[in-house]
C-alpha cells in the first residue's frame, strides 16, 4: 500500500461534541435577507453573528442554495432567523463530497464518512485507494484529497480570539494539495498560509494553486488561477496564473518557470454515444498553445483523467501515459454523463492546467415490448433528446415512439433537439415459429384440381405479411402457378392439381429460414354441408306436471255439520294434472300459458268428488346450476272454474330439471296455488265462510323441446 499524504496542522485542544445545525421550522421567527454585492455566505455570518462559522445557519434555513460553495448574486433572498443560532459548538468545515473508501477520525474512533459531514478542530479525513473527498471550510476555501490522502481539520487559531476556520496554517509533510481558495465575495481574500516540511512557506491567494512535496523534500508550488507568494528563509517569489516555482533545501528559489499549455482536443469525444450495456470512450489531443511571447515547455507524459462528476471528484479513469500517446481510449463505461480532461506534464515533472472539458453521455436504451403484438419502444435516459429513424429530434420522456420491430429502425440521440445526433441501429425481431391454415377450393365438384387459400400467422398470432414466402406442397400434387398474396392480409393463393389415389395433403410454408405445415387438406369429394338455421319453433317448449298434495283451507276440509252452516266438503288431497306451453324470450326466461285440472276426492262416500278447472298466464325462470341441472322459478295468475262458479286464482312454484339431452328434461316440482273467494258479509263471522281455497302438491315435470341446429 501506498504511503499516505498527510496533512497537518499545530493541535489545539477542542471540543468533540458534534454542533446540531437547525433547520428552521416554519412557526420559527425569520427574516429575509437580500443578498448584497460581495457576499458570501461567511460574510453574512459574521456580519449578523458575529462568527463565520455559522454560515452552516445559512445553508439549514436556505436547502435550495444546493452544494456549496454557494455563489449568491445581488438581489437574491435569503431566509434566516431573526436571533442567533444557539450552537455551541460550529463546524469548522463540511465534507461536501465524497466517492468510494472515505473514513473520519475523532480522537481514537474513526467511522466511514457520511455525505456533507461537519468536521471540527482535530478531525481527521483519509482516503484510500480509488476514493476523493473535498473539505469546505466557513469561508469557502476547499481542500481536494485524492487517494491515499489524510487531513487534519484544526484552523487557524492566534491570540486569544480563535479565527474563522480554513485551510490556513497547514504543514504539508508530503504528497500533493491542491487548493481552491474563495473567489466567490469578488473582493480580495488575504492569502493563506500553508508550511511545507522543508520549511517553505507558501501564501495561497484567490484561485487554483497546487502544493507538492517529493520525496528529497523539495517543495514545488503550481498556479493555475489567482497568484501565490512563496517564502524560503529571506527570499520571496511571487508566482502567477500559467507559472511554478521549486524550493530545494539549501538552494535559492529558482525563477518561476512556465507551465506547460493546456492541452487541446483534436477530437473530443462525441456528446452522446451509444453502449449495450458499455461504451468505449475515444477522443484525440494534442498540446496547446501559450500566449504570445512565452514558450511552453514539451511535454513528457499526460495525465488523462474520466470521472462521473464535473469536479472530478468520482473519478472512473486516472492514468498517465507518455506524450506519443496522443489517444484518450476508456472501455466499459457504463451508462450515465461523464467528463473527460487531459493535462500536460513536462520533464521536470511541472504539470499544466488542465484542457477544457469535454463531457459525453452513455446511453444503453433497452427494448421494452408493448401491448401491441411487434411494437416495441426503447427505454432511454431523460437528458437526451431521441428520435426513431429520420423523425425530429425531442426531448426524452423515458422512452421512444412505438416502432415495429420486424422492420430494421436507426435510434437517434443528442443531448439537445438541435445537436449533432448520434445513431445506433435497431436489428428487426425474427416472427419466431409460424403457424398454418390451409383451406381446398375446388374448381368443379369432383375434380382433382382446385386452389389453396393458406392463412400465414407469426408467433404473436398476427397475420404475416412479409415478402418472400414459399408454399411447398408433397409428392403427388402439382402446383400450377407461383403464390400470390390475396385481397386479405396474411392469406395466400396457390393452384394445385393432385393424383386420384391423393385423399388427403398437407402445405409447408417457408419464410426467413422458418417453416410449418398445414393440417391436412381433404382432396376427395367435397360436399356442402347442411347449415341449419335457429327458428322461431325452437324457442318453444311444452312441459306438463302431475302432482298430488293437500288442501289447506279449514271451509274446503270441514265435515263437520255443525260448522259453516252446514256445509260438509270433507276435502283433503287434491291431484294435479297441469299442461304448459312456453316460449323462451331469453335462454333462461320464458313465458308460458298454463292449464291444469284438480280433483279432489270427497272424505265421505257419499259426496261427489270436487273438480277445479285453472288456465293461467305466467313466466318461468330457469337457471342453469350445471350442464345438466337447472334450478326452475315460476309464477301465474288467471281464471279458475269450480262447478257454475267463476273465481281469479294465482300460483307459484319452484323445482329443478335434470337434462337427458337437447330436447327432454324432467324433475321435482313444488307447488302451491289459491283460488280467492268473495267476501260473504251476511255469514257467521267466526265460521270464515268466505276463506280462500289453498293447497299444496308435489310432483314431477317433463319438459319437450325442438333443439337448436
Known sequence: MRPLRALAVALLAAPWARAQVPRGGESEATITYTVRAGDTCASIAQRLWRDRRLSVVVDGYNPSLGRRPHRLRPGMTLRLPRRRPN?????????????????????????RARPNEQLNQGYQVQTADQSTAEVTFADDSQLRLYANTAVVILGDTSGRTRRTASARDTTLQTGALRAFLGELAGRNQPQLPVTTANGTRVLLGPGETQVEVDPARATTVSVYRGRSRVRLRRQTVDVNAGFAVRAEEGRPIAFPRVLPAAPVWRAAPPEVLFGAPAATVTGSFGPGALPPGRTAPAAATWHLQLARDEDFGDLLLDARVPASVDRLEARDVPAGRFHARVSAVDAERFEGPYSPVASVTVVSPRRVPTARAHRAVMELPPAVACAIDDAPLAPSTGVSTPFDTLEAHRLRCALTPTGTAAEAPIEPEGLGALRVVAHLDRETSGASEGRLRVLVLDREGERVTRPGLRLVVPEGVTALGAVEPSAEPGVYLLAVRWTVATARFAVRAELEGLHAESAAVDARVQRPPVVRLPTLWNRFDLRGEAGVGLVLSQYQQNADPSRFEGNLLSLGLALRGML?????????????????????PSGQSELPAGLANEYQLGARWAPRLSRRVSLTLEGGAGVAFTGSLVRFGLSAAAGAEVHLGRALSLGPVLRFAQVVQPDAPDADPTENIDEDARYLTVGLQVTARLPEP
Open 580 to 600: 304448459h306451453l312456453g316460449f323462451r324470450v331469453t335462454p333462461t326466461v320464458a313465458l308460458q300459458l298454463s292449464a291444469s285440472q284438480l280433483v279432489f
Open 87 to 111: 450552537i455551541a459548538n460550529p463546524p469548522d468545515a463540511n465534507l461536501t463530497a465524497l466517492h468510494n473508501d472515505v473514513e473520519v477520525r475523532a480522537g481514537t474512533a474513526r467511522h
